[in-house]
């Protein structure tokens, strides 16, 4: 099994641009989450979803839209980049809602100049 | 959700115990302590949980007090690579509500 991947690993992004990233995992969890997380900080919910077809927002939403279209991937998109999401994105997944045992990815490194 | 706070930074020597407190005196009795790590650059990873029993499981002990206000998360033969950021957060298993990551405490384990 593979986990949690994510896609692109790092990207670089003019103010304005659009981009989508990918998280996919391979577990049959019902449940994802995209956080994002800045130097010396830790990890902010930005949306979530328990299950397929269902998305809810988390404590930091502005600026993004995510998609659950297919059980095992969940698509964070930026449509138009400002510096200030200069940041780590964080997928993860789990069997419960919440807490115990989150499985995270490896992270997308993401700079908006 | 309940507030908890932990040390900035504490320090190991390789091999010996690592004990890592955290004080949520705000928990609630249904709310679960929940310790993750975060080594440098990766993602975060599940250590361990509980409620108000001690738990131990191949990668470290939690110690709950009785009046469930602190734990501390043991690694009994710390390692270099169990230098981390580790987190404690506490939670209502299966709650609406979300892993809060605070700032942890940075471990850095020397030789």
């Known amino acids: 099994n593979a986990g949690v991947t994510q896609t692109p690993k790092f990207r670089v992004l003019k103010t304005g641009q659009s981009m989508t990233l990918l998280c996919a995992q391979d577990?049959?969890?019902?449940?994802m989450y995209w956080y994002r997380q800045d130097p010396g900080m830790g990890l902010r919910l930005i949306h979530y979803s328990v299950g397929e077809g269902t998305t809810a927002k988390g404590e930091v939403p502005d600026g993004y839209n995510v998609s659950r279209l297919k059980k095992q991937n969940f698509l964070l998109g930026l449509e138009s980049a400002a510096p200030s999401q200069t940041s780590v994105y964080f997928c993860a997944s789990s069997l419960v809602l919440g807490g115990e045992t989150q499985y995270f990815g490896p992270g997308t490194r993401l700079l908006v100049l | 959700d309940a507030k908890t706070t932990q040390p900035t930074s504490m320090d190991c020597a390789e091999g010996r115990a690592a004990n890592l407190p955290c004080n949520h005196s705000?928990?609630?009795?249904?709310?679960?302590v929940y310790w993750y790590r975060q080594i440098h650059s990766q993602g975060p990873q599940y250590i361990i949980h509980?409620?108000?029993n001690n738990e131990t499981n191949e990668m470290a002990s939690l110690i709950i007090t009785e009046d469930r206000k602190s734990s501390t998360l043991i690694l009994p033969h710390a390692t270099l690579r169990d230098t981390a950021v580790y987190y404690c957060?506490?939670?209502?298993?299966?709650?609406?509500?979300?892993?809060?990551f605070g700032k942890g405490t940075k471990l850095s384990v020397k030789p």
């Open positions: 957060i506490g939670l209502r298993r299966g709650s609406q509500g979300n892993l809060i």
């Open positions: 577990m049959n969890h019902e449940y």
């Open positions: 509980g409620l108000k």
């Open positions: 705000t928990i609630s009795g249904n709310e679960y």
